[in-house]
C-alpha cells in the first residue's frame, strides 16, 4: 500500500492531533490543574454548626432549611449535636466565621462553575458589592 | 336486566348507605391526619394554604401586633423624618431618583389624600396638611396574602405580621394591585446603586421583587421595638399587642377617637390614627 502526498497527510494528522489535545497539554504545562480550591475562615472562630465533611456536601441544604425555618416558621434557634445553641442567621451567624466572599464561597464555587446568587441580595461579607448579576 | 321493586329499594338503600359513610370517613380521615400534617409541617395542599393565613384560624396565645400613629404628636414637627430615614436605613431601602422607581416601606401623604373619605371644605386647615405617616396596614384579612400564587407573602399567625419572603418572590405584582393602601413596592431596577450606607446585617433585594414593611419582625425578635418607634422623638408612634389590654396600643387606641384608612373594605388594617 502506498499513500499519496504521505508527508501533507501525517504532518496535518500531527497537527490536527496537537491542536485537539491543546487543552490538556495548556493545563500539563501551566500547572492550572494541580489548583485545588483553599476556601479561608476567619481566624479564632468557633466550630461550625456541623462537621466540614457534612458542610461540604449539604451546606446548602442546611441553608435552605435555616431560611425556610427562619423567614417561614420564625424560629431562629439552632441546636447543635453537642447541645451548643446558635441564631439562625446568615448574616449574622454564617458570614461572621465566613466573613470573606473570595476566600471561601467563590474558591470552591468559581472551581466548579457553580453561579452563587446569594449576593444578589445577601451583602457580600467585607465588600460592598455594586450591582447584581440577576439576569 | 331486569329490575323488580325490592331489588330496586335494596340498591338504593345500600348506595345511600355508601354515600353517608364514605362522607363521614372521609372527614374522620381529613381531621386524624391534620395534625399529623402539621407536625410535620409540610406545606402542601389546600390545608396548609389555609394554615398560611388565609383562615382566622391562630394559635390561643396569638398576638395581634399593631401600630397608633398619634397624629397630634406627629403634627407638631411635619417636617420631621425621622421614622423614615430609620426605617429605610434598617431595611437598606433604596432612595430611587426617579419617581417612577419609587420604593418605600414608610412615607407622608396629606391627611386630605389618607382620609379623602373623610374630607370635606369646612375641616380644619391644620388637619387638612396634616401629614400622616403610611406604611403596611398589617391587615387582619390581608387582600396581598389572597392573590399572591407563590406563597412569598403571608399572614404570620403568631402576631399578625403580613410577612414577605423575598426568596419566593417572582414579582408578579398581583399584591400591588390587590393592596387598597399602596403599601408594596416594585424593584424596577437593581437597588444597590441607590442604597447610600448599606446596612450589612440586613439584606437588600434585586430587580423583579416587592417589599414592603415587616413591622420590622427581625428586630421583634430581638425584643427590640421596630425602628421607626424607636426613632420618633415626639413618640407619635405606638406599636403593641391588640390582644393585650394593658398593652401602650391599646391603652392609646382607648384615650383617643382613632381612624383607619378605608376600613369599609373588610381588610381590617391595624394601623390606627389618632386625631
Known amino acids: 500500500m502506498r499513500i499519496y502526498d504521505a508527508g501533507k497527510i501525517i504532518t496535518g494528522l500531527l497537527i490536527f492531533l496537537a491542536l485537539v489535545t491543546l487543552p490538556f497539554w495548556f493545563n500539563a504545562v501551566s500547572g492550572k490543574s494541580s489548583h485545588v480550591p483553599d476556601p479561608q475562615i476567619a481566624p479564632d472562630t468557633p466550630r461550625c454548626v456541623r462537621d466540614k465533611d457534612y458542610m461540604k456536601a449539604n451546606h446548602m441544604d442546611l441553608l435552605n432549611k435555616w431560611r425556610n425555618q427562619v423567614v417561614r416558621r420564625g424560629e431562629r434557634k439552632f441546636m447543635t449535636a453537642d447541645g451548643r445553641q446558635f441564631d439562625m442567621s446568615f448574616s449574622r451567624t454564617c458570614l461572621k466565621c465566613h466573613a470573606n466572599q473570595q476566600k471561601f464561597c467563590a474558591q470552591c464555587h468559581d472551581y466548579a462553575a457553580v453561579k452563587l446568587y446569594c449576593w444578589d441580595c445577601h451583602v457580600e461579607p467585607g465588600t460592598i458589592k455594586k450591582g447584581s448579576s440577576w439576569r | ?275
Open chain 2, 1 to 275: 336486566m331486569v329490575t323488580d321493586r325490592r331489588g330496586f329499594l335494596k340498591l338504593a338503600g345500600l348506595t345511600a348507605m355508601t354515600a353517608i359513610l364514605g362522607k363521614f370517613t372521609g372527614n374522620a380521615a381529613r381531621a386524624l391526619a391534620a395534625p399529623l400534617r402539621r407536625a410535620s409541617g409540610t406545606e402542601s395542599g389546600p390545608e396548609a394554604l389555609a394554615g398560611q393565613g388565609l383562615s382566622d384560624k391562630a394559635p390561643k396565645n396569638a398576638k395581634r401586633l399593631a401600630m397608633v400613629v398619634d397624629l397630634e404628636k406627629c403634627r407638631k414637627k411635619a417636617q420631621c423624618r425621622d421614622c423614615i430615614i430609620a426605617c429605610h436605613q434598617e431595611h437598606n431601602v433604596p432612595q430611587m431618583t426617579d419617581p417612577k422607581d419609587e420604593v418605600k416601606w414608610i412615607w407622608k401623604e396629606e391627611f386630605s389624600h389618607v382620609f379623602h373619605e373623610q374630607e370635606h371644605e369646612f375641616l380644619q386647615e391644620n388637619y387638612r396638611h396634616t401629614p400622616v405617616p403610611l406604611l403596611c396596614n398589617h391587615c387582619e384579612k390581608p387582600a396581598c396574602v389572597k392573590v399572591c400564587p407563590t406563597k412569598a407573602t403571608w399572614k404570620r399567625e403568631s402576631d399578625g405580621i403580613v410577612m414577605m419572603d423575598w426568596h419566593r418572590c417572582i414579582g408578579c405584582r398581583y399584591c400591588m394591585a390587590a393592596c387598597p393602601y399602596g403599601s408594596r413596592s416594585f424593584n424596577w431596577r437593581d437597588p444597590r446603586p441607590f442604597i447610600k450606607n448599606l446596612n450589612q446585617e440586613f439584606p437588600t433585594r434585586t430587580r423583579g421583587v416587592v417589599e414592603k414593611c415587616t413591622f420590622c419582625e427581625r428586630r421583634l425578635a430581638q425584643g427590640k421595638q421596630p425602628a421607626c418607634v424607636q426613632a420618633c422623638k415626639a413618640k407619635a408612634l405606638i406599636f403593641g399587642d391588640l390582644n393585650d389590654p394593658q398593652s401602650d396600643a391599646r391603652k392609646a387606641l382607648g384615650a383617643k377617637y382613632s381612624l383607619r384608612r378605608k376600613p369599609g373594605l373588610g381588610t381590617g388594617p391595624k394601623v390606627y390614627y389618632l386625631l
